[in-house]
Nanobody, 123 residues
Framework: VDKLVESGGGSVQAGGSLKLACAASGFIDRGYCMGWVRQVPGKEREGVATVDNDDTKIYADSVKGRFTISRDLDKNILYLQMNRLKVEDTAMYYC?????????????????WGQGTQVTISS
């Protein structure tokens, strides 16, 4: 069974940067819609960014201009570069994949999920 495995979470101060990675063999190479979703305990999941098979990228308004989603097609790795981090970016971040085309708007609905990686931003 193909799995999504995230790495790269951690704790940084506000204004800093982190880069998340997701091993996504069996997903990127099959042209899945790939995305990052975050969740804070007690709150709904929030779509952060998606990238489609044709490299179309969509971002949540809250992260536009600060986060960049990308794929390494040779290594089948999904990335999320997060710059100018804010305290409100603190959350568990999940890598996710869906076999259909990415929707036109940011989505948090995916078929497959990783185990998540914690990102904590301090003031």
């Amino acid at each position: 069974v193909d799995k999504l495995v995230e790495s790269g979470g951690g704790s940084v101060q506000a204004g800093g940067s982190l880069k998340l990675a997701c091993a996504a063999s069996g997903f990127i190479d099959r042209g899945y819609c790939m995305g990052w979703v975050r969740q804070v305990p007690g709150k709904e999941r929030e779509g952060v960014a998606t990238v489609d098979n044709d490299d179309t990228k969509i971002y949540a308004d809250s992260v536009k201009g600060r986060f960049t989603i990308s794929r390494d097609l040779d290594k089948n790795i999904l990335y999320l570069q997060m710059n100018r981090l804010k305290v409100e970016d603190t959350a568990m971040y999940y890598c996710a994949a869906d076999p259909y085309l990415c929707p036109d708007d940011i989505s948090s609905t995916f078929q497959s999920w990783g185990q998540g990686t914690q990102v904590t931003i301090s003031s």
